[in-house]
């Protein structure tokens, strides 16, 4: 995979990061979504395929992508298809601070060192480059403003968005209420990122133990529908740990 196009992590990761304060909205939730993020951009790659509720490896072959290509390794070593729930919630040390070191390698954000309460250090990160921040806003506003179904990454993204709970990020309070209803219908352009936002949204409702009951049609592929839903607050202790990677600086929330 060549490095001329932003991974779908990166984009979530930087419609999650606020401008102002360098930190990143729903912080929780968003470790979740950044891993949902991987599965749907190995999808798009071509390595992997729905299979039902679960992910299969259909091409084991490097992607180029050394974070995205370690997570194809371990769903790779699992031998058979693993539920998209149970990969989402799984352990997830420093996955978001990985993406955070990686966009700062590239010159996209640049790390700003402080203190929590005086005392601990913390480093947030500042976009040095808004105009990449608002080319996938841009993206979004207009899928949503349009109406025309977008293409499957955009339609991912906005899934993804919508399941860890950017709406209300992106865009706020009452005047926003209808774009943040047609983000979450995007949902449904999508049939992987519709997998992959769903299962997000159940690991932070505690149902990753309960199979989705809708099969997949036949070909394999599981059809997303947009059932309503509304994300939900990203639940307390909910996994924000990862494989891949270490902490290297502690992230302000």
């Known amino acids: 995979m060549g490095r001329s196009r932003r991974t779908l992590p990166e984009e979530l ?26 599965l749907v951009e190995l999808a798009l790659a071509g390595r992997i395929a729905p299979d039902g509720d ?12 050394p ?3 370690c997570a194809l390794e371990l769903l790779r070593r699992r031998g058979a298809p693993v539920r998209a729930v149970n990969w989402i919630g799984g352990p997830r040390l420093g996955l978001r601070q990985t993406y955070l070191s990686h966009l700062e390698r590239c010159g996209m954000v640049h790390a700003v060192a402080g203190q929590m309460c005086g005392v601990l250090p913390t480093t947030r990160y500042q976009a040095t480059d808004n105009e990449i921040s608002r080319e996938i806003r841009v993206r979004l506003d207009s899928a949503i403003r349009t109406g025309v179904p977008p293409d499957p990454r955009t339609a991912a993204l906005a899934a993804l968005a919508h399941a860890v709970g950017l709406g209300k990020h992106l865009y706020p ?6 774009s943040r209803s ?16 769903h299962a997000v949204m159940d690991v932070q409702n505690g149902v990753a133990a309960q199979p989705r009951r809708n099969p997949a049609p036949a070909g394999g ?14 639940a307390r202790g909910v996994p924000a740990q990862s494989r891949h990677g270490s902490m290297a600086r502690a992230v302000a929330h």
């Open 182 to 197: 047609r983000l979450r219908d995007l949902i449904r352009h999508d049939p992987m990122g519709g997998l992959v936002a």
């Open 67 to 69: 974070t995205l290509d």
């Open 221 to 234: 592929r599981q059809a997303a529908t947009a059932d309503g839903r509304v994300g939900p607050e990203p």
């Open 13 to 38: 990761l930087l419609l999650a990061l606020d401008p102002t304060t360098g930190t990143t909205a729903q912080p929780q939730s968003l470790d979740l979504g950044l891993a949902g993020a991987q």
């Open 54 to 65: 679960r992910i299969a490896v259909v091409v084991p072959r490097p992607t180029g992508d």
């Open 173 to 178: 309070g009452n005047e926003g209420r209808s």
